[in-house]
């Protein structure tokens, strides 16, 4: 029955820490969709890396640069990027935030590293 | 170029007033997903519904009482909630709160209400 229930996550499981050191990221897979909830504290550093997958990034606290090699956009609380696959991307958080990524497909390789579990 | 370029939205673009009385709900559909960032205002009711969708809601600020036909679950700020496709499901805001949902795959029929563009 577990696939056809809901299921409720609290906030402090499935939390990845310091994937990026001074950050905090809860992992939820899906069958189609990987949901990121992260928490960044000032000086938080996301290095420039690209993937196939689509991703949306919300800014829920905060503020959050997305670096592109051509150019910055800042995301503050309530702002949303979206990135299509492929397109190189990296980011900073220069205060503490938090915000939420979304994914598709699901995002294997982060749950290799086990988020969904911890 | 649009579809190979970074989008970014600010909180007020494409908000869909009154869907449900008390609530804006911020629309993004890319290619595969939409993303839905609501705004409750005390008393706003989304009733029963099923979908095919995959669902992902997360509440970012008060709380949201998910309505399932035999239960209640409770989404403080932080909490989330994977609502497979097929279940019936409802929400309610007790308190003004404010939250993202998710959906694989794109919501057409929010899509034709025309929320991105406005």
């Given at each position: 029955m577990a696939d056809i229930e809901v299921r409720k996550y609290t906030a402090d499981e499935s939390v990845l820490r310091?994937?990026?050191?001074g950050g905090g990221i809860q992992f939820i897979h899906t069958e189609n969709v990987t949901f990121a909830a992260w928490s960044f504290e000032a000086g938080t550093r996301v290095p420039a890396h690209t993937h196939p997958h689509e991703q949306i990034t919300q800014c829920v606290a905060g503020a959050l640069i997305l670096e592109m090699p051509d150019e910055e956009i800042v995301l503050h609380a309530g702002e949303t990027a979206v990135i299509p696959g492929g397109v190189e991307h990296g980011a900073r958080a220069d205060t503490a935030s938090r915000g939420v990524d979304i994914f598709h497909p699901v995002r294997e390789d982060y749950k290799k590293l086990g988020g969904e579990d911890k």
């Open positions: 310091d994937l990026f050191p």
